[in-house]
Structure formats: C-alpha cells, structure tokens
C-alpha cells in the first residue's frame, strides 16, 4: 500500500488534540503531498518540520499542516513548541516501538494535520494530548483501524462530540 491514513482524539477543553495523517512512500502521492506542504506556505497556515529538537529531524520526516489559521505568536509559538516536540516524539517512538518499521523510515514520509484551539493556555496539556493523539493516529493508520467492520459495526452508536447535538 502506497498510502496509510490515521486519526487520533485525545484530550479535553481548548488544549485537545486532533491528528489527521497520511503516511506514505517518497516517491507516492504521499511524498507530493509533502512537498506541496513545505513548498506552499501561506500566512497563518506555516507548514513546519516535525523536529525533537533544532537539527534533530525525525525519520519518517513529518511536516506538520495547520488545521485552524493561526492569527498570533502565542498560538504560532504553541505549533513550533509544544505541538511540534509531541509530533516529533510520538513519531520516533513508534519508530523505536516497530509501528512504523525501522527498515522503511528513510522510504516513508508523513504529512501531520495538527489542530491548536485559538484559546489553548496549558502548553503541558497541549505537548501530552497530541503526542498520544499522534501515536494514536499513527498506531491506527499502521493497522488499517478502524477496519470496514469496524466502522459499519458502531456507526449507528457513534456521537460525535462536536456534532452539535
């Protein structure tokens, strides 16, 4: 398979964690994808590398993707701070952990959809929330979960949160 999708919920008030991923080959729609995020940079939407640390990139490379336009430096801080080190570390510990497969994460890329809520205060929260957000989605865009079974077996009991009702 040339593209794994994964999708992770974690957390509670304005610091909760939504990952939306693609992990993919280099050379595959994946790595398109990619390039296009760090290519394409538009004001309030600053597409990122996924680092543990500055010059410390992590294998897959990640480049994360802003889900809500971001209007100041503390929430643009909170993407290239905590956000960005939970990305990064919940990446290289699936790595370490066999999720992703060591052998393949020169081959591979991941394109990180990261969604910081304009009021977020608590960067603790925000770092824990999406580093399992992120393992999450990468834990289930690796295992292909949900399955078609498990999909249709709890649409009918599934609440979305933010539905609205």
């Known amino acids: 398979m040339s593209m794994y999708i994964g999708e992770g919920l974690v957390g509670e008030g304005n610091e909760i ?6 992990i993919g080959s280099k050379d595959g729609p994946v790595g398109t994808a990619f390039a296009n995020a760090l ?8 597409n990122l590398l996924a680092v543990l640390t ?3 990139a ?3 490379a990640t480049v994360m993707i802003t889900k809500v ?6 929430q643009a801080v909170q ?9 990064a570390k919940a990446v290289a510990d699936s790595v370490e952990a066999g999720i992703i497969p060591k052998d393949k994460a020169e081959d591979l890329v991941i394109v990180c959809g990261v969604f910081i809520h304009p009021a977020a ?3 603790k929260k ?5 580093y399992e957000s992120t393992k999450l989605a990468i834990a289930n865009a690796m295992a292909g979960k949900p399955t078609v079974d498990e999909m249709l077996a709890g649409k009918e009991a599934a609440a979305h949160p933010f539905r609205g009702f």
């Open 39 to 46: 290519a394409n940079q538009h004001a309030g939407h600053t």
């Open 121 to 123: 205060a608590d960067d």
């Open 58 to 60: 992590i294998k897959p």
């Open 69 to 74: 336009t971001i209007k100041g430096m503390k």
């Open 79 to 87: 993407m290239f701070g905590p956000a960005q080190a939970a990305v």
């Open 17 to 22: 964690a939504h990952i939306d991923l693609l």
């Open 126 to 130: 925000i770092y824990q929330y999406n």
């Open 54 to 56: 500055p010059n410390l």
